[in-house]
């Protein structure tokens, strides 16, 4: 079968090596006789998978030994209650959808506070972060690295006066280095350059466990019950693990992150210059945040956008329709999409922006 090319924000696409991996292991793992979804996540084969996947992991993003790895279920916005509940007040950066559903689940608590974001300007830019302006009682300031709406990304970590940075990277996450030690907190739902959705990877420095939490916070929800039993106090999302593994395996065949960033720079780089370079199409987001992952633009005459997603789906360039809360068109390319699929769609569009001039 012909595969489409889906630039879908997520669930995305996946290498095809990887998925040519899962089909043939499918129903006998590792000479098992079993599938690995059969496989008990007690068993050495799942184990040795789990640890597998850790240790890529930490090669691919250097991370150090002060850190943990954690799997966990609930995707990243299990994350957004989670972490107020461990680590206390955060200070949050306000850049987009996701920042601002984090946010509102520490309100809830009565541990968050926004100081600062970008919606003066519709999320069109990254806002400078002046570490005098934090909320003096905040415990950790949190951002969302990368905005898979807006189109916008943090190209550095802003400074917290100290607080340790809590980072949601779930659109951008192993798309480029990333030096961890400059983070408290790293989380990341798997569907957008990890694996299949139902995974939350979390890499945190262990100092920020905390040791004692109010009887009000279920085991569930403290890192420090994940820690001690090596994210196997209760079944993990076993074949999301498991796929995590063979993207993390790819990503290292395929030369680890640097060279992962080149060709993603690449990609989002001949994306944006067809944009540019026609009077047609707009991306009005600041070019110095221009995120690599997920580039979104209108059609100058918008009622020729859905026109333009039918002629899209039908020539295989899927999932083009922006998110429904702001409309237009994005186009996300993950690790997975490969330099071809760009360069379709921008085939595409310099063709219909002939066809309809």
Not at 302 to 323: I, Q, S, V
């Amino acid at each position: 079968m012909a595969r489409a090319y889906n630039f879908c924000a997520g669930p995305a696409m996946l290498p095809e090596e990887v998925l040519q991996k899962v089909r043939h292991e499918l129903l006998d793992y590792a000479s098992s006789g079993m599938s690995v979804m059969e496989l008990s996540h007690r068993s050495d084969a799942f184990k040795d998978i789990l640890s597998e996947a850790e240790e890529r992991l930490r090669r691919l993003l250097s991370i150090p030994e002060d850190y943990c790895v954690l799997f966990l279920q609930g995707g990243a916005s299990l994350q957004f209650p989670m972490v107020p509940m461990n680590l206390g007040k955060g200070a949050y950066v306000i850049t987009g959808r996701w920042a601002q559903k984090a946010y509102e689940a520490a309100k809830l608590q009565g541990r968050g506070e926004a100081f600062a974001g970008s919606a003066d300007r519709d999320f069109e830019y990254i806002p400078k972060i002046d570490p005098s302006e934090i909320p003096g009682d905040a415990d950790f300031v949190h951002i969302c690295d990368n905005n898979t709406l807006y189109g916008t990304k943090f190209f550095k970590p802003p400074e917290t006066g100290g607080r340790p940075l809590v980072s949601d990277m779930s659109s951008c996450i192993l798309s480029a280095p990333v030096d961890v030690g400059k983070y408290g907190l790293i989380y990341a739902g798997a569907q957008k350059n990890i694996g299949p959705a139902g995974l939350c990877v979390v890499i945190m420095k262990k100092s920020l466990i905390p040791e004692d939490l109010p009887g009000s916070v279920p085991l569930m929800l403290r890192y420090k019950t994940y820690y001690e039993h090596g994210s196997l106090y209760n079944t993990p999302p076993t074949f999301s693990v498991y796929v995590a593994n063979l993207v993390f395996r790819w990503l290292e065949e395929k030369g680890g992150l640097a060279a992962m960033e080149e060709v993603n720079k690449a990609k989002a780089q001949l994306l944006y210059d067809a944009i540019e370079e026609s009077a047609f199409y707009v991306n009005k987001i600041s070019p110095r945040d221009r995120s690599i992952m997920n580039v979104p633009f209108r059609l100058r005459n918008r009622t020729l956008e859905p026109l333009f997603l039918a002629e899209a789906e039908k020539a295989g360039l899927n999932n083009l329709k922006g998110h429904w809360s702001v409309g237009g068109i994005r186009a996300s390319i993950y690790n997975a999409m490969p330099m071809e699929g760009v360069e379709a769609l921008v085939s595409f569009m310099r063709e219909f922006e002939k066809n309809n001039i």
